[in-house]
C-alpha cells in the first residue's frame, strides 16, 4: 500500500475484515470498563506518557480508537510516524509551543502567517518570547542557545509566498523546524521529507474538507509525538470522536478534491491577472511568485489558494464580496466550495497595522480558496462580481 491515493482510501482501515466493518466503527466511550486492576494500572501509566496505544484505553481523554484510526491514516499520507489529532488547529499549534517553551523561551517565526498564529506567538500567551523575521535568510543569524523551535508557513497566508524548507531546515541546525502545510495538504506537499520535525494542519481546511469539521494535526516522529499526546491528555484539547469520524471519511477524496481545485484555480489566476480591475495576483503558479520555483519540487503543484488586489481599496474589495453569488463571502478556505474574504478586515485583523502593510495585506487584498464547482460559473461569478 505505498501509493498515495491507496492510502488515502484505505489507511486507518487495515483492521476492518478482521472486525468485519466496512466504515470506521465511532466509539463515542467516555470510559472504558477494567477488567484487570494490573492491566488497566500499566494502560494509564503507557497513555500518561505518551505512548500510541495501549491494552485498555481507560478514559477518552488519554485514547480514542476513532481518533487513532484518523491519526495513522494522516501519518501514514504524510509519510511520518505519527501523528497527534487535537480540537482545532490552534489548539495543536499550542501544544506544540507549550511542550517546546520545555526545551526554551526563544522561537523564531517567519511572516506573514495565518493572523490567529501571529497573535498567538505575538501575544506571548504560551510563555514563548517570539521573534519575527520576513525573510527566511535570516533563520540561522538570530539563532540563540535558547531557541526552542523554528516556525514557517508555507504557502503563507495571505499573500502564498513559498519558503524553501529544506533551507529552513539546514539553517536551523539543531532546533526542530514546525511546517504550517495547511494551504498545500499532503497532496501537494509533505515537509517531513525535507526535513521538518512537526508538519502541522488546520484539518478544518482541505483534510475535512466540506466545511463541517474544526480539527487540527500534528505529524512527526514517534520520539516527538509522546509529549505531544502527554500534552494533550493534560490539557484535554482533544478531537471529539465524531469530527475524527468525518475528518476520516473525507480522506479518500482528499487528492480528487485538491487536484480539481487547483485546476480551476489555474485558470481563475490566469483570467483574473488579464482583468482591468484587478492590480495584481498573487499565486504561486503565475510567473513573478515569491519562490514560484519550488512548485514541481517542493510542492507537486500551485494549489487551490489564491489572493488578489482590487484596484478601488476597501470598498472595490467590499463590493466584490457583496455581489458574488456562486462564491461565498466567508473565511475558512480548503472546502469544496468557493470562499472569499478579506485578509486585512477579517483573517489578519489582530495583526499589527505595520506588519500588514509590510507583508501585502492591503485593504484592496481579498483571499480565494477555489472549490470544485464548474470553473466557467465560478469565472462568470467573479466577473460580474468586479464589475
Ligand atoms: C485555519 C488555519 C489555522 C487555524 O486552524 P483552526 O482549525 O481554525 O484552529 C492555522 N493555519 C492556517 C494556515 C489556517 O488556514
Known amino acids: 500500500m505505498s501509493r498515495f491515493q491507496t492510502k488515502a482510501v484505505h489507511a486507518g482501515r487495515e483492521d476492518f475484515s478482521k472486525l468485519c466493518v466496512h466504515a470506521p466503527p465511532l466509539d463515542l466511550s467516555t470510559t472504558y470498563p477494567i477488567a484487570d486492576l494490573d492491566v488497566g494500572t500499566a494502560s494509564f501509566d503507557a497513555l500518561i506518557k505518551g505512548e500510541?496505544?495501549?491494552?485498555?484505553?481507560i478514559y477518552a481523554r488519554?485514547?480514542?480508537?476513532?481518533v487513532a484510526r484518523v491519526e495513522d491514516a494522516i501519518a501514514a499520507l504524510e509519510g511520518t510516524e505519527a501523528c497527534v489529532a487535537y480540537g482545532s488547529g490552534m489548539a495543536a499549534l499550542t501544544a506544540v509551543l507549550l511542550e517546546r517553551a520545555q526545551h526554551g523561551k526563544h522561537v523564531l517565526v517567519v511572516r506573514p502567517l495565518y493572523g490567529t498564529s501571529d497573535h498567538l506567538l505575538h501575544s506571548g500567551i504560551c510563555g514563548l518570547e517570539a521573534e519575527f523575521v520576513t525573510d527566511a535568510a535570516e533563520i540561522s543569524a538570530r539563532l540563540r542557545a535558547d531557541t526552542a523551535l523554528v516556525i514557517i508557513e508555507t504557502p503563507s497566508n495571505p499573500t502564498l509566498n513559498l519558503i524553501d524548507i529544506r533551507a529552513v531546515v539546514q539553517a536551523a541546525g539543531k532546533v526542530p523546524v514546525l511546517v504550517d502545510s495547511t494551504f498545500a495538504s499532503p497532496v501537494l506537499q509533505r515537509p517531513a521529507e525535507f526535513g521538518a520535525t512537526y508538519v502541522w494542519h488546520s484539518a478544518t481546511k482541505f483534510l475535512?474538507?466540506?466545511?463541517?469539521?474544526?480539527?487540527?494535526?500534528?505529524?512527526?516522529?514517534?520520539?516527538?509525538a509522546g509529549p505531544l499526546r502527554t500534552m494533550r491528555a493534560a490539557t484535554g484539547a482533544l478531537l471529539h470522536p465524531l469530527a475524527a469520524y468525518l475528518l476520516h471519511r473525507g480522506l479518500p477524496t482528499l487528492k480528487l478534491r485538491v487536484e480539481a481545485a487547483q485546476a480551476n484555480a489555474q485558470v481563475l489566476a490566469q483570467r483574473l491577472v488579464e482583468h482591468p480591475a484587478v492590480a495584481k495576483v498573487y499565486y504561486p503558479g503565475l510567473p513573478g511568485a515569491v519562490n514560484g520555483h519550488l512548485v514541481g519540487?517542493?510542492?507537486?503543484?500551485?494549489?487551490?489558494?489564491?489572493?488578489?488586489?482590487?484596484?478601488?481599496?476597501?470598498?472595490?474589495a467590499a463590493s466584490v464580496m457583496a455581489k458574488v453569488k456562486v462564491l461565498t463571502a466567508a473565511v475558512s478556505l480548503g472546502s469544496t466550495d468557493s470562499l472569499i474574504q478579506h485578509p486585512a478586515g477579517l483573517t489578519h485583523r489582530m495583526v499589527d497595522p505595520a506588519v500588514k502593510a509590510a507583508t501585502g495585506i492591503t485593504d484592496g487584498l481579498l483571499r480565494l480558496s477555489v472549490g470544485i464547482e464548474d470553473v466557467e460559473d465560478l469565472w462568470e461569478d467573479l466577473a460580474q462580481a468586479l464589475g
Open 62 to 66: 488519554l485514547y480514542n480508537p476513532t
Open 208 to 224: 475535512g474538507g466540506h466545511g463541517d469539521v474544526i480539527a487540527g494535526v500534528v505529524c512527526c516522529d514517534e520520539a516527538h
Open 52 to 57: 500510541a496505544h495501549a491494552h485498555n484505553p
Open 297 to 316: 519540487t517542493q510542492m507537486a503543484g500551485p494549489g487551490a489558494l489564491m489572493a488578489f488586489e482590487v484596484k478601488g481599496g476597501h470598498a472595490a
